[in-house]
């Protein structure tokens, strides 16, 4: 397998460090060692090795969440999240991606979202179809919301109409590339979603991304990857505590005891922690998880759980149960995937709403 020498250095120094095997949230549900960064590395570094082929640990390698829990404990500075990225592409430059991850990738490049989905839920198509005409304001959805959580799209449109902002949303919105960047890492196919994406954002002046997972891209990928972009990008939590700080959207404070989930792309990629702070404060009594901001722990998402479900439910009750363990009612979260993923769950301890069910009441 061809791998950079920068990966082979991480891939070898990985393999028999432990130092983040108790932070991986997807060895954490599964109870697996081999669901972990080490033991990741170890294969990686057999096939590297000639010992067993490729093939044999692809299932392992899109075990692996991309969250950066491992990067962040690690006090030596590897990287799994890296390695693992490379030995994607490479397996699917090479024709030995997993056949369920092949439907994936062909559905973001038929449909521009992995789950294949090509109509909007009506709800959603009516909000909308009302904020169709040019704006210097874009929001931007994402896949998650527009193909799977409808209803939390719809109230993020609601959410900036009572705050009277003009906006844009798109009908046929372009995908930001987040999920080929994840599925396949940087190939050519990722590069040119994201060109086309840029290319539509920078027609606004502003660009307000709703989804993490997005954000994380557009604002830190496309750069990486040479993709120009002229708008100015932000994130919906950070908009949000715009509309907030200039008195545009107007909270009343019911002072409901509160948690904040942090998604990882915000703390961690993004190292944007407060702005989420500051919306749910004025709403809400904030407490916080004991993992919490840069050291949060991933609660799951949609795209993995088309192809491991239980793994992913298993995820999400873990980090419920990291509320509950605190004695937290009400868990509240700024990603749409991991919403969703915490919804999943089939429980009555802790209620879980996003920033929008929060704020519209």
Known sequence: MIMSEKSKQHVDSCRFCWMCHHICPIGNATGHERSTPRARA??????????????????????????????????????????????????????????????????CLETGNAYGKTQLCSKLAEKIAAHADKTDVLLYLGADARAKVCEQGAKAIEVLESAGVKFTVLADEPATGAQLDFLIGAANETKEQMAAAAKVMNGYKTVVLYDPADAKAVKQLYHEYGIELECRAVTYTAFLAELLANGSLKAKNTGKEVVYHDPYQLSRDLE?????????????????????????????????????????????????????SIGAKVMVTASVSEYASLKSVEQNDVEILSLEDLILG
């Open 42 to 107: 170890l294969g990686i570094s057999m096939v590297n090795r000639g010992s067993i082929e490729l093939e044999e640990i692809m299932d392992n390698i899109y075990e692996c969440a991309g969250c950066g829990g491992c990067v962040r404990e690690c006090v030596t500075g590897w990287d799994p999240v890296m390695f693992t990225k490379e030995v994607r592409l490479q397996a699917a430059l090479e024709g030995k991606t997993p056949e369920y991850i092949n439907v994936l990738i062909d559905n």
């Open 272 to 324: 944007e922690t407060e702005e989420a702070r500051e919306v749910i404060s004025a709403y809400a009594k904030l407490s916080e998880m004991l993992l919490n901001r840069a050291a949060t722990v991933w609660a799951g998402n949609l795209l993995m759980a088309e192809y491991m479900p239980e793994v992913m439910k298993a995820v999400a009750e873990r980090r419920i149960f990291n509320a509950k």
